[in-house]
């Protein structure tokens, strides 16, 4: 079991930055892919970013590539996601995700743990 605390959302002006944190507790936090997810009012949760176990690997939402980055402390037990030059279409709620899988999946079926989520609100 692994249990998962976003926080660092909130509201911010277009072309602003936010980090988001990912605080994990319970099984060994290395050992999972972790990834980011957001959902909007109204649509599916959607893939954002996710790194592999190391840290070393990572992929991307096309429409975040180059502004977001995600990343991992493993020693600290904290996933993270640099968001930078927001836009309006960046709002919604932001979930991290633990994986067992290997492979950085981008689906949410792949995730067997999730976080409660964190706000995210850009204005244009």
């Known amino acids: 079991q692994v249990q998962l605390v976003e926080s660092g959302g909130g509201l911010v002006q277009a072309g602003g930055s936010l980090r988001l944190s990912c605080a994990a507790s319970?099984?060994?936090?290395?050992?999972?892919?972790m990834g980011w997810f957001r959902q909007a009012p109204g649509k599916e949760r959607d893939f954002v970013a996710a790194i592999n176990r190391p840290g070393g690997s990572t992929r991307y939402l096309d429409a975040v590539k180059g502004r977001f980055t995600i990343s991992r402390d493993n020693a600290k037990n904290t996933l993270y996601l640099q968001m930078n030059s927001l836009k309006p279409e960046d709002t919604a709620v932001y979930y991290c995700?633990?994986?067992?899988?290997?492979?950085?999946?981008?689906?949410?079926?792949?995730?067997?743990?999730w976080g409660q989520g964190t706000q995210v609100t850009v204005s244009s």
């Open positions: 319970g099984r060994t936090f290395s050992s999972y892919d």
């Open positions: 995700a633990a994986s067992s899988h290997n492979g950085m999946p981008s689906i949410t079926k792949s995730y067997e743990y």
